[in-house]
């Protein structure tokens, strides 16, 4: 049959993946031909006013279809060394390396300090009033945090987020030596507002670059990266302090390395393109409002609560995420343990979180199954766990009291302590659960949209909201709460949330998010979002 040129509207865009394009399209008037295809036909057809694809350009500037060409430049080009391909410089891949990276140097060592439990003082008082300083701030500066990201850009957001790390480390050093609760409490409530904007940006990276098939990878990829900073950081106290087998702070030397870190990660954040210049394998850019103003954002914000209210029902679980982290810092490993088996505690607890990350992460992106049954598969294992995991903490906090703990002759155990096996082990499937539940509902959001204005603003919803619920509870465990109450409080918030999660779990989780409606809350147009053709990468980052 004879294959002839015809003029055709362009393809539907039905089911494309969101993303973005930074070349805008020249403007087409209504009626003229969009692009020139070849046609198979029995009929004869008529031709346009040109008879050949050779002999009229497209209307845009790029391929022969008239799709977009993918943008070019040294941060576009993939290389090989060895027998390894490395991806483009401003594709998802390498630059959620760079944001892990700068969150392994900067909220990782935090970790790694907070994870000693006293921020590795002996008396937990002033870290956890400057902690009770750190969320409260976190909390309010989180919640508006998408506005903040959306308006002022990655680069700018990170970076002054990762200052904050800097200062809280510096604020107990100083604390060492003169004793001073003031500047712990000052550097709390700064390092609030800095995490506030570098844990929304690195949520709404996180969620929105990737394509559909690969976000719980992505996910998976970001908390193994960021958790090994806090085990790496664990490192450094478990050296300094191994042959130590008292309780008591830990050394000038192990502060300021962190310190040193922390500073590193906050100039680190500069090395990442600017949002609207990543690209994804297939020629796609992510989503984004192509003018944002302050007034845009502000609303925006407003918009993302009025049109996506069932969020809400995510909002118990955004609290009970961080509300543990108290109990199992400073109930269990500050209570029990000496200050060697504290670090070496943190060490299996941080990779324990890796392991936690791979095996969800990897486990949510399986493609053989409907999204909207790994999402239900998810939320019963997460259950499961749940009464398994913590019906064991409640087997080993019957044990002991605060009061006990507390006294003049108590004796902390060591490693070399009879019985230490069991609530090793015990930590570390505390950690692993960590990972499951913050990777589960990252993984939730992501499922929801996948446009990067409104997943920055679910981000800041998410950390605000679970630093509020950190504030109250180290505000708790400052006043001396039974440890008891407080495990009853961290298994009872965690069922509880996974309960009230369960409708939008059923009702709101799709298999895939229509392109039109990402756009809608967005600026631009499906021309410019269109993902190039002939991308043979797309098919090997979606796999």
Known sequence: MPRVPITVPPPPSKGIIASRHP???AP????????????????KVEPATTTSAADSPPAYDGNERGQPTRSTGWIYKTRRVGGIKIPAYASPPIQLGVVAFVCFLCPGMFNAVTGLGGAGQLDATTANNANVAVYSTFSVIGFFAG??????????????GGIGYFFYTASFLSYNHNQNAGFPIFAGALTGVCAGLLWCAQGAIMMSYPPEASKGRYISWFWMIFNLGAVIGSLIPLGQNIHSQTSGSVSDGTYAAFMVLNFLGAVLAWSLVDARNVQRADGSHVVLMKHPTWQ??????????????????????????????????NGVNLARFNVRTRALNNVLYW????????????????????????????????????????????????????AEVSADDFVPDDWTTSGYVGPMFL????????AAWQTCVYWFMGALTNNGRKLANFAGFYKGIQSAAAAIMFRIDALKAPY????????????????????????????TIPLEEDLKF???????????????????EKA
Request: aromatic share 16%; charged share 15%; proline share 4%.
């Open 427 to 434: 930590y570390m499937f505390y950690g692993f659960y960590d």
């Open 484 to 511: 008891m109450n407080e495990f009853a409080s961290c298994w009872a918030l965690l069922a509880g949330s996974l309960v009230i999660a369960l409708p939008l779990i059923l009702m709101k989780v799709r298999d």
């Open 23 to 25: 070349t805008t399209p």
């Open 28 to 43: 087409v008037a209504p009626g003229e031909p969009r692009a020139i295809v070849m046609a198979t036909t029995n009929e």
């Open 296 to 329: 845009s954002e502000l609303l925006g914000l407003l918009e993302t609560l009025r049109t996506d209210s069932w969020i809400v029902f995510l909002f118990p679980m955004f609290f009970a995420s961080n509300w543990f982290y108290t109990y199992q810092f």
């Open 522 to 540: 967005s600026d631009e147009t499906i021309e410019e979002v269109m993902p190039t053709e002939g991308s043979p990468e797309a098919h090997n």
């Open 351 to 402: 990779t324990s979180q890796i392991i936690g990350a791979y095996v969800f992460g990897y486990a949510l992106d399986i493609g053989k199954v409907r999204r909207t049954t790994r999402a239900k598969a998810a939320w019963v294992v997460m259950f499961v766990i749940t009464m398994a995991i913590w019906g064991g903490g409640y087997a080993w906090q019957k044990q002991y009291t605060r």
């Open 147 to 160: 506005t903040f990201a959306n308006r002022m850009g990655i680069k700018l957001t990170l970076s002054f």
